[in-house]
Protein backbone atom coordinates (compact mmCIF):
# COMPACT_ATOMS: atom_id res chain seq x y z
CA UNK A 1 0.00 0.00 0.00
CA UNK A 2 0.89 3.86 -0.26
CA UNK A 3 2.17 3.44 -3.31
CA UNK A 4 3.10 7.78 -4.74
CA UNK A 5 3.52 7.49 -8.95
CA UNK A 6 5.73 10.43 -10.37
CA UNK A 7 5.68 11.21 -13.93
CA UNK A 8 7.85 11.48 -16.11
CA UNK A 9 10.73 10.28 -14.36
CA UNK A 10 13.14 12.35 -16.72
CA UNK A 11 12.59 15.04 -18.97
CA UNK A 12 15.20 17.15 -21.23
CA UNK A 13 14.40 20.27 -22.76
CA UNK A 14 15.65 23.65 -23.92
CA UNK A 15 15.42 26.89 -22.10
CA UNK A 16 12.18 28.95 -21.47
CA UNK A 17 10.24 25.54 -21.73
CA UNK A 18 7.46 25.10 -19.27
CA UNK A 19 7.36 21.74 -17.78
CA UNK A 20 4.99 19.78 -15.60
CA UNK A 21 5.14 17.14 -13.26
CA UNK A 22 2.56 15.07 -12.14
CA UNK A 23 2.17 13.21 -8.63
CA UNK A 24 -0.71 10.57 -7.99
CA UNK A 25 -1.62 8.50 -5.02
CA UNK A 26 -2.58 5.62 -6.48
CA UNK A 27 -4.03 3.72 -3.80
CA UNK A 28 -4.89 6.36 -0.84
CA UNK A 29 -5.96 9.75 -0.65
CA UNK A 30 -3.67 12.09 0.21
CA UNK A 31 -4.95 15.41 2.01
CA UNK A 32 -1.67 16.47 1.89
CA UNK A 33 1.36 16.76 -1.14
CA UNK A 34 4.58 17.76 -0.78
CA UNK A 35 7.34 19.03 -3.35
CA UNK A 36 10.64 18.71 -3.17
CA UNK A 37 13.76 19.73 -4.95
CA UNK A 38 16.84 17.77 -4.27
CA UNK A 39 20.57 18.59 -5.33
CA UNK A 40 23.37 15.69 -5.73
CA UNK A 41 24.76 14.24 -2.53
CA UNK A 42 22.47 16.46 -0.85
CA UNK A 43 19.04 16.23 1.92
CA UNK A 44 15.55 17.13 0.61
CA UNK A 45 14.84 20.92 0.46
CA UNK A 46 11.05 21.15 0.86
CA UNK A 47 9.44 23.82 -1.90
CA UNK A 48 6.02 23.97 -0.97
CA UNK A 49 3.12 21.87 0.84
CA UNK A 50 -0.27 21.29 -1.26
CA UNK A 51 -3.54 20.75 0.03
CA UNK A 52 -6.46 19.60 -1.45
CA UNK A 53 -8.46 22.39 -2.85
CA UNK A 54 -6.03 25.30 -1.42
CA UNK A 55 -3.45 27.36 -2.40
CA UNK A 56 -0.25 25.97 -1.90
CA UNK A 57 1.96 27.14 0.97
CA UNK A 58 5.58 27.65 -0.58
CA UNK A 59 8.77 27.40 1.74
CA UNK A 60 10.73 30.46 1.64
CA UNK A 61 12.66 31.57 -1.23
CA UNK A 62 10.71 29.98 -3.42
CA UNK A 63 8.92 31.72 -6.21
CA UNK A 64 5.28 30.51 -6.19
CA UNK A 65 4.71 32.61 -9.91
CA UNK A 66 7.83 29.91 -10.82
CA UNK A 67 6.74 26.51 -9.34
CA UNK A 68 3.03 26.54 -9.75
CA UNK A 69 1.69 24.01 -8.04
CA UNK A 70 -2.43 22.39 -8.57
CA UNK A 71 -3.68 20.17 -6.03
CA UNK A 72 -7.33 19.38 -7.86
CA UNK A 73 -7.64 16.15 -6.62
CA UNK A 74 -7.20 14.05 -3.11
CA UNK A 75 -4.94 11.64 -5.59
CA UNK A 76 -3.11 14.48 -8.24
CA UNK A 77 -1.04 17.24 -7.57
CA UNK A 78 1.10 18.75 -10.33
CA UNK A 79 4.18 21.20 -10.48
CA UNK A 80 4.68 23.19 -13.58
CA UNK A 81 8.12 24.89 -13.61
CA UNK A 82 7.49 27.72 -15.83
CA UNK A 83 9.75 29.11 -18.57
CA UNK A 84 12.83 26.84 -17.18
CA UNK A 85 16.16 27.95 -17.16
CA UNK A 86 19.52 25.56 -16.41
CA UNK A 87 19.46 26.36 -12.97
CA UNK A 88 16.06 25.23 -12.54
CA UNK A 89 17.65 21.86 -13.20
CA UNK A 90 17.56 19.39 -10.48
CA UNK A 91 15.59 16.36 -9.10
CA UNK A 92 12.40 17.13 -8.68
CA UNK A 93 10.87 15.07 -6.05
CA UNK A 94 7.16 14.63 -4.37
CA UNK A 95 5.44 13.03 -1.59
CA UNK A 96 1.73 12.58 -0.24
CA UNK A 97 0.52 11.79 3.25
CA UNK A 98 -2.94 11.13 4.67
CA UNK A 99 -3.80 13.33 7.28
CA UNK A 100 -4.12 11.24 10.63
CA UNK A 101 -1.77 10.59 12.91
CA UNK A 102 1.26 8.72 12.60
CA UNK A 103 1.04 8.12 9.42
CA UNK A 104 4.43 8.98 6.89
CA UNK A 105 5.26 10.62 3.86
CA UNK A 106 5.27 8.40 0.94
CA UNK A 107 7.55 9.60 -2.11
CA UNK A 108 7.07 8.92 -5.72
CA UNK A 109 10.18 8.23 -7.20
CA UNK A 110 10.98 11.74 -8.40
CA UNK A 111 11.88 13.60 -11.52
CA UNK A 112 15.26 14.12 -13.18
CA UNK A 113 14.81 17.86 -15.55
CA UNK A 114 17.38 18.70 -17.18
CA UNK A 115 17.40 22.34 -18.76
CA UNK A 116 19.49 22.55 -21.79
CA UNK B 1 30.14 -0.23 12.33
CA UNK B 2 28.96 2.86 13.47
CA UNK B 3 28.44 6.08 12.00
CA UNK B 4 29.06 8.92 14.28
CA UNK B 5 25.75 11.11 12.72
CA UNK B 6 26.77 13.66 10.83
CA UNK B 7 30.38 14.11 11.09
CA UNK B 8 30.74 10.93 9.35
CA UNK B 9 28.46 10.61 6.32
CA UNK B 10 29.37 7.30 4.35
CA UNK B 11 29.42 4.07 6.67
CA UNK B 12 31.19 1.12 5.18
CA UNK B 13 30.16 -2.44 6.15
CA UNK B 14 30.59 -6.17 5.62
CA UNK B 15 27.53 -8.07 4.53
CA UNK B 16 26.45 -10.19 7.54
CA UNK B 17 27.48 -7.32 10.14
CA UNK B 18 24.90 -4.87 11.78
CA UNK B 19 24.83 -0.96 11.14
CA UNK B 20 24.10 1.14 13.14
CA UNK B 21 23.41 4.68 11.87
CA UNK B 22 22.92 7.74 14.00
CA UNK B 23 20.73 11.05 13.56
CA UNK B 24 20.90 13.89 15.87
CA UNK B 25 17.67 16.10 16.27
CA UNK B 26 17.09 19.55 16.36
CA UNK B 27 13.76 20.23 17.71
CA UNK B 28 12.91 18.84 21.36
CA UNK B 29 8.91 19.80 20.30
CA UNK B 30 9.43 17.34 17.28
CA UNK B 31 6.93 14.04 18.41
CA UNK B 32 7.19 11.80 15.63
CA UNK B 33 10.11 10.44 13.36
CA UNK B 34 10.70 8.82 10.80
CA UNK B 35 14.03 6.45 8.45
CA UNK B 36 13.75 6.83 4.83
CA UNK B 37 16.45 5.08 2.59
CA UNK B 38 17.22 6.59 -0.63
CA UNK B 39 18.72 4.47 -3.37
CA UNK B 40 20.21 5.95 -6.35
CA UNK B 41 17.44 7.90 -9.22
CA UNK B 42 14.96 7.22 -6.83
CA UNK B 43 12.71 8.99 -4.39
CA UNK B 44 12.83 7.80 -0.42
CA UNK B 45 11.21 4.96 0.54
CA UNK B 46 9.52 4.69 4.45
CA UNK B 47 11.71 2.00 6.41
CA UNK B 48 9.96 2.75 10.21
CA UNK B 49 9.11 5.06 12.46
CA UNK B 50 8.68 5.69 15.92
CA UNK B 51 6.57 8.73 18.28
CA UNK B 52 8.18 10.36 21.20
CA UNK B 53 6.11 8.38 23.93
CA UNK B 54 8.55 5.48 22.71
CA UNK B 55 12.16 4.48 22.79
CA UNK B 56 12.54 1.68 20.90
CA UNK B 57 10.48 -0.27 17.72
CA UNK B 58 11.53 -3.22 15.41
CA UNK B 59 10.69 -3.75 11.81
CA UNK B 60 11.75 -6.29 9.47
CA UNK B 61 15.84 -6.18 10.28
CA UNK B 62 15.36 -2.74 11.64
CA UNK B 63 15.51 -1.50 15.01
CA UNK B 64 14.67 2.71 15.22
CA UNK B 65 15.77 3.57 19.34
CA UNK B 66 14.86 7.26 20.30
CA UNK B 67 16.83 9.44 23.00
CA UNK B 68 14.62 11.94 23.77
CA UNK B 69 16.81 12.98 26.34
CA UNK B 70 19.89 13.83 24.03
CA UNK B 71 17.71 14.13 20.99
CA UNK B 72 19.60 11.18 19.45
CA UNK B 73 17.55 8.90 16.98
CA UNK B 74 19.48 5.33 15.37
CA UNK B 75 18.77 2.98 12.79
CA UNK B 76 20.58 -0.64 13.13
CA UNK B 77 20.13 -2.81 10.59
CA UNK B 78 20.71 -6.46 11.18
CA UNK B 79 22.82 -9.16 9.13
CA UNK B 80 23.03 -6.18 6.62
CA UNK B 81 22.92 -7.32 2.86
CA UNK B 82 24.20 -5.36 -0.60
CA UNK B 83 20.28 -4.25 -0.90
CA UNK B 84 21.06 -2.04 1.40
CA UNK B 85 23.60 0.26 0.05
CA UNK B 86 21.86 3.20 0.17
CA UNK B 87 21.46 6.70 1.73
CA UNK B 88 19.63 6.73 4.71
CA UNK B 89 17.66 9.73 6.22
CA UNK B 90 16.11 10.77 9.42
CA UNK B 91 13.22 13.10 9.86
CA UNK B 92 11.31 14.87 12.31
CA UNK B 93 8.16 15.96 12.62
CA UNK B 94 5.95 17.69 15.25
CA UNK B 95 1.99 18.46 15.15
CA UNK B 96 0.45 21.05 13.46
CA UNK B 97 1.76 22.69 10.03
CA UNK B 98 0.77 20.00 7.66
CA UNK B 99 3.21 17.56 9.70
CA UNK B 100 6.26 18.95 7.83
CA UNK B 101 9.63 17.24 8.01
CA UNK B 102 13.03 18.57 8.65
CA UNK B 103 15.42 16.54 7.42
CA UNK B 104 19.04 15.57 8.59
CA UNK B 105 21.84 15.37 6.36
CA UNK B 106 22.01 11.65 5.39
CA UNK B 107 24.13 8.95 5.93
CA UNK B 108 25.55 7.03 2.85
CA UNK B 109 25.48 3.43 3.65
CA UNK B 110 28.19 1.07 1.44
CA UNK B 111 28.05 -2.55 1.76
CA UNK B 112 31.43 -4.63 0.74
CA UNK B 113 30.18 -8.22 -0.33
Known amino acids: GAVVSQHPSRVICKSGTSVKIECRSLDFQATTMFWYRQFPKQSLMLMATSNEGSKATYEQGVEKDKFLINHASLTLSTLTVTSAHPEDSSFYICSARVNQENQPQHFGDGTRLSIL | GESVGLHLPTLSVQEGDNSIINCAYS??????FIWYKQESGKGPQFIIDIRSNMDKRQGQRVTVLLNKTVKHLSLQIAATQPGDSAVYFC????????????WGLGTSLAVNP
Open chain 2, 27 to 32: NSASDY
Open chain 2, 91 to 102: AESRDGNNRKLI
